[in-house]
């Protein structure tokens, strides 16, 4: 028998990128094509809804193999990733008992915070740290005598040529969580130089941290991250080399501390981009090394999209920020548990944690897999488009003096404040969404009994200056709202006065529910209505405190009006949508609508305060 060679798609003639666009404007029917289907991205460039072989033929990012110069492709040719978890304890003792707990639950990383020195020796306590990364975190004052108390563990058991892990010195952090001002570049280096010194008997060990995470939980932009990270490094670089010390020295110390949030292929592009972009940078000091070129990053999920109503939804937004990191490459991941953002996590949040990401080892086989991004015409595409983007604002950063020159005037928290307002904003809009918080509320539940944390967890013990990161999660705003909805003697009630066209009405009465559901108000529906009267009438009989009429744009001309003189101010008057006579029901008092254009958090936020301050 004859083997068949025949490939299927030489059964379909090939169709150009010219006859395709030709039939998608005609399918448009006139519409633009590009504001119908064309993305325009916050991080400054558009995105086309489909890309072929010929958008990345002339890329060099698919030259390379995975642990290859500039490291597009990953700086290994394994992906398997560590798996750390942040332990959260009361005393060095308390942290050292949970640490070689979980580290029986296939923890492999180890994140540690260090009050003092004399606390390491109790905090790495019988764990086999040739086997385990181990990551401290303490004041930047406290950096070098933390190392020379983690080197002598170090030593003690070992370790010193299999041992991975960092002390992550970040001389910025208080700068940036708190304002504060002034920045000794000279303490600066001389405090870094000592550290080099006392690590230097570990090659593993790294201890100058570039900790964009803060960026980006304070709501920088993805190209906005991945550009003041890139600066941050390359200022340990500049200012190190020019102390006198070797360059290849100084980048096999550097630590990448990034975060990774539900963007899914743009942030997958942004790691592929981090590591061209930074291999290119280390080139340009001439290493003895090319792995002094390899960057090395752990990867946490987001907290600036976490919410507290809802909080399982937090999954849903951590397991796809830890499926982009696994599909990236980095070295290792936290995957921040759904209860960070209102407790200390307890066993049961860490436990699926820490399990989402074995979900993608043990069942999806993703460490089995290095790059499956690569080749992909529209992650390539974006991978060198967010490079773009994000190499202009290094350029910028370092033609103005550098990332510690920027932070110090506050340039940078400036930056990323304005990206925080601008996505807050699109929170409020509806243009960016969270699911369970300005979009598909659980109208019913409650929240307030089980916030048990609130403000900043840094230990810094300094008040916010006017160059503080806001550090404003998106979703604080709503939750004001409702936390005031059920902090209220009495919860509104909003009723939803359906009748006419049955199409429209069921649908903005689901429009209206999700709308005043996110301030946490009680909805009342109904299945329609003969006659406003008898809207009204059920509307009150129930002490609606809102009546909202749902039908269509044709109707409202007649029926808003009415409705209005019957309620005569016994409750709130609001029209759903935005019809064509909007102007005319102005005209008789009608003042309230609710539509796709609004800004639903200030809707909200002035329904708040009719309502509650009764």
């Known amino acids: ?16 990128y010219e006859e395709w666009r030709a039939k998608v404007e005609t399918d448009l029917k006139g519409a633009d094509f590009d504001k119908k289907l064309v993305w325009r991205t ?10 072929r072989a010929e958008d990345i033929a002339k890329f060099t990012t698919t030259e390379s193999l995975p642990g290859q110069f500039p490291f597009v492709r990953g700086t290994r040719t394994d992906n398997d990733w560590l798996t750390r978890q942040n332990i959260v304890a009361d005393s060095a003792a308390e942290a050292n008992t949970v640490a070689l707990d979980v580290l029986t639950k296939g923890v492999t990383s180890l994140g540690f915070k260090v009050a003092d020195a004399a606390d390491v020796a109790t905090l790495l306590k019988n764990i086999d740290i040739t086997k385990v990364e181990i990551n401290l975190n303490c004041c930047p004052g406290k950096a070098v005598e933390v190392a020379k ?59 100058l941290a570039v900790d964009s995470e803060i960026l980006a939980n304070g709501g920088a932009y993805i190209y906005q991250e991945l550009g003041y990270a890139l600066a941050w490094g390359a200022e340990w670089l500049t200012l190190l080399t020019d102390a006198g010390r070797n360059v290849t020295e100084v980048a096999c110390r550097i630590k990448f501390n990034m975060c ?62 830890t499926f982009s990191a696994c599909v990236a490459g980095v070295d290792s991941i936290v995957t921040t548990p759904f209860d960070v953002p209102y407790k ?28 499956p991004a690569g080749g992909s015409y529209y992650v390539e595409t974006l991978t060198v488009a967010i490079a773009k983007e994000a190499w202009k604002l290094f350029l910028t950063t370092v033609d103005e003096g550098g990332f510690f020159d920027a932070v110090g005037a506050g340039k940078v928290q400036a930056a990323v404040n304005a990206s925080c307002e601008k996505r807050h904003t699109d929170v409020a809009r509806r243009k960016e969404i969270l699911l369970g918080t300005n979009q598909y509320p659980n109208i019913n539940e409650k929240a307030a009994d089980k916030i048990e944390t609130t403000g900043c967890k840094c230990c810094c013990g300094t008040e916010k200056g006017p160059n503080a990161l806001a550090m404003k999660r998106a979703a604080t705003d709503f939750e004001a709202l409702r936390l005031a909805t059920e902090a209220a003697a009495k919860r509104p009630k909003v009723f939803m006065l359906t009748i006419g066209n049955l199409a429209m009405r ?10 005043f559901g996110c301030a946490g108000y009680e909805i009342i529906d109904n299945l329609g209505f003969d006659t406003v009267e008898q809207g009204i009438d059920a509307a009150l009989e129930k002490g609606a405190d809102v009546v909202v009429l749902c039908s269509s744009d044709d109707e409202y001309a007649t029926l808003a009006p009415e409705a209005f003189k019957y309620l005569n101010g016994r409750a709130e008057f609001v ?24 800004n639903v958090l200030d809707t909200l936020r002035d329904f708040n305060n009719r309502l509650l301050n009764k």
Request: proline content about 3%; charged content about 25%.
């Open 1 to 16: 028998m004859a083997e068949n060679r025949e490939k299927l798609f030489d059964m379909f003639p090939e169709v150009s």
């Open 42 to 51: 916050n991080e400054g460039f558009n995105v086309q809804p489909v890309y």
């Open 149 to 207: 108390a983690l080197v002598a563990c170090i030593e003690a058991a070992g370790a010193v040529d299999t041992f991975r892990g960092s002390v992550n010195y970040n001389p910025l952090r208080r700068q940036l969580l708190h304002g504060v001002e002034g920045i000794d570049k000279a303490a600066i280096v001389a405090e870094a130089t000592a550290l080099l010194d006392v690590v230097a008997p570990v090659k593993g060990l790294r201890c």
């Open 260 to 321: 990774v949030s539900s963007n899914f292929f743009m942030e997958i592009a942004k790691f592929r981009a981090a590591r061209m972009l930074w291999a290119q940078i280390v080139e340009q000091y001439k290493p003895e090394c090319e792995c002094a070129a390899k960057m090395m990053v752990c990867a946490s999920t987001s907290r600036f999209n976490q919410t507290i109503y809802d909080a399982h939804v937090n999954l849903l937004r951590s397991q796809t920020e």
């Open 344 to 371: 200390t996590p307890d066993a049961f949040s860490e436990r699926i944690a820490r399990n989402q990401q074995f979900l993608l080892k043990e069942e999806s086989h993703m460490d089995k897999v290095v790059d």
């Open 506 to 515: 069921l649908a903005r009465a689901q429009f209206s529910t999700n709308f």
């Open 575 to 598: 029209v759903a949508g935005a019809p064509a006579c909007t102007e005319e029901l102005k005209a008789v008092g009608i003042n309230d609508f609710v539509h796709v254009r609004c």
